[in-house]
Nanobody, 116 residues
Framework: QVQLVESGGGLVQAGGSLRLSCAAS????????MGWYRQAPGKQRELVAT???????NYVDVVRGRFTISRDNGKNTVYLQMNSLKPEDTAVYYC??????????WGQGTQVTVSS
C-alpha cells in the first residue's frame, strides 16, 4: 500500500502561482514514477505532468513552460509549481504514484481554482 497526501491547492487570480505537494508513504520502494493529473467539471481526468524516479519530467503541451514538476527523494515528495495560471487550469488536481507491475495509487485530490 502507498498513501499519497496532497496539499497546496486554493484560489488564485489569473496570472498567479500555486505550488502543489504530494507526500508518499508506505511501500514506496517499488515506485517508478509520480505525476499530477487533473479533472475539470464535466471532463475526463487528464495528464498534467509526470516525473520518473530518476528525475525525468514529462509535460502535457498546454502546461509546458508554465508548470514545473520536481521531486525530493529524501522526503518522498513530488511538487508541481504552477505559474501563469489561467482560468482553464481550474480543476481538481490528483497525485498519482506508479509502481512496478502496473500498480497505481491516487491521492484524494486538491482543488485549484483560477479566477479571471
Amino acid at each position: 500500500q502507498v498513501q499519497l497526501v496532497e496539499s497546496g491547492g486554493g484560489l488564485v487570480q489569473a496570472g498567479g502561482s500555486l505550488r502543489l505537494s504530494c507526500a508518499a508513504s508506505g511501500r514506496i520502494d517499488s515506485l517508478k514514477a509520480m505525476g499530477w493529473y487533473r479533472q475539470a467539471p464535466g471532463k475526463q481526468r487528464e495528464l498534467v505532468a509526470t516525473i520518473t524516479i530518476d528525475g525525468r519530467p514529462n509535460y502535457v503541451d498546454v502546461v509546458r513552460g508554465r508548470f514545473t514538476i520536481s521531486r525530493d527523494n529524501g522526503k518522498n515528495t513530488v511538487y508541481l509549481q504552477m505559474n501563469s495560471l489561467k482560468p482553464e487550469d481550474t480543476a481538481v488536481y490528483y497525485c498519482r504514484a506508479d509502481l512496478t507491475l502496473g500498480v497505481v495509487y491516487w491521492g484524494q485530490g486538491t482543488q485549484v481554482t483560477v479566477s479571471s
